[in-house]
């Protein structure tokens, strides 16, 4: 029997878009509490968890233990990078900017995906690519100006030169992902098992292990359960349950506008017309390159 369902998928996907346009008013939330550093430690602990369920309801610790005797460095190098490096870089760059802002910027991450790809993958930039960059770079340009291009002022440019950077991070994770042999899951699991205690370790390099206050410690157990685990899970569901893969990968498109409305209600921040104007730009430039990609024809064989 198929275990392929479309309205299965459209569902699991849906869950999986609601649930990530919550986190970036939950990163905010969080960080009233806690550091970025602390906040990165104790959401890894509990994705952790989440993940290591995960892989015991597919079964799949032999699969894992196997995974990292053949390439324990490996893993470990992809760890360092996520969740290690590339969360303690965004949650600074929230801690940093408006939300709207931050969560914004993130989004051209499949932008800086295709300018990786040229040095490490050896593809080519095609003039849709070329374009595509130049208008979704010139979103992300209107967002943190707020619309003021000519002024050039920002909230905090150390804030979103690091947003712009944690999409240089998870752009070089999932490059180097490709090359996992592993299932997704076992492979995440694998990279949370060698990152969280690097960051636990600097936490108390840093002085900052204490105990976080309860609101500090709810919030981080929301950020590693539903933007570290179990949504990541609820997406590879949905992604192979498709019957048609592309009509369920657009869904990913409603997430940052429905974050602006979790933002807006919940912290309270006015939203810039900039921000839906700049939005806009990324998410068709993001489009855009993708049906580009598409309709490029498939290499010969050699």
Known sequence: MSDKSQSRAVVLGLSAVLLWSTVATAFKLSLQQMSPLQLLGWAGLFSTAVLALGVSWQQGWAELASQWRRRPLFYLALGVLNPAFYYLVLFRAYDLLPAQQAQALNYTWALTLALLAVPLL???LQRADLLAMLLGYGGALVIATRGDLLALEFDSLPG???????????????????RADGSPAVSLLLCFLCGTPLVWVLMAWQGELQLPAWQGLLGAAYVGVFE???????????MRAATHVSRISNLIFLSPFLSLVFIHFLLHEPIAPATFVGLGL?????????????????????
Do not use: C, D, H
């Not at 570290?228 to 949905?238: C, N, V």
């Not at 990324?282 to 050699?302: D, F, G, K, L, M």
């Open 282 to 302: 990324i998410i068709t430039a993001v489009v855009w390159q993708q049906r580009a990609a598409r309709s490029e024809p498939a290499p010969a064989a050699e």
């Open 160 to 178: 979103v030169a690091l947003a712009l950077f944690s999409t240089l991070i998870w752009a070089l994770y999932w490059i180097l992902n490709t």
């Open 122 to 124: 050896k593809q080519k």
């Open 228 to 238: 570290m685990g179990l949504t990541f899970m609820l997406w590879l569901g949905a």
